[in-house]
């Protein structure tokens, strides 16, 4: 039976029980709340701590739960989930100019070079296309492209192995 208490400044009754202060174990729960640590059981079948019919017992009482202590001791018993292994080192990125001022150099001539290369068979295409078959005159940047892998071979701007 709860005390109840009469107030000095007139009629009211008070019930003691009221003023007491909640306990954090004794606050009501929500949705959210009980969502989280049905996740949590998740991840403590998926790190094999727990097996699939103990959690849908603890999945249950989870739900029934009414306060936070009775959420506490569904997962009192189970240690943090050990965080997944790292993942492996991506493989190094392989580069076709190095980072030196030659690699630079090459980079940007090379862009240059191909650039117009392509406008060049572009535009000798379509007046082709449009008309009668012309002289493949594109070819003639072929000696500037040649002298720009000749240089990268002999290693102008390759990268370092």
Not at 66 to 94: C, F, I, N, S, W
Not at 105 to 133: D, K, Y
């Amino acid at each position: 039976m709860t005390a109840r208490r009469w107030s000095a400044r007139g009629a009211g009754c008070h019930d003691a029980s009221v003023s007491d202060p909640v306990r954090p174990d004794d606050y009501r729960v929500s949705d959210v709340e009980r969502a989280a640590v049905q996740e949590r059981l998740r991840e403590a079948v998926g790190a094999g701590q727990i097996d699939l019919h103990e959690f849908d017992t603890r999945v249950s009482t989870v739900w029934q739960a009414k306060t936070r202590g009775e959420l506490t001791r569904v997962t009192a018993d189970l240690p943090a989930v050990p965080p997944p292994p790292p993942a492996p080192p991506a493989p190094p990125r392989r580069r076709i100019f190095s980072d030196t001022g030659g690699g630079t150099a090459m980079r940007v001539l090379s862009t240059i070079w191909l650039c117009a290369f392509i406008i060049n068979v572009v535009v000798w295409l379509l007046v082709s296309l449009m008309g009668e078959w012309t002289y493949p005159w594109p070819v003639w940047m072929l000696p500037s492209g040649a002298v720009l892998a000749t240089l990268y071979a002999i290693g102008i701007g390759r990268p370092r192995r």
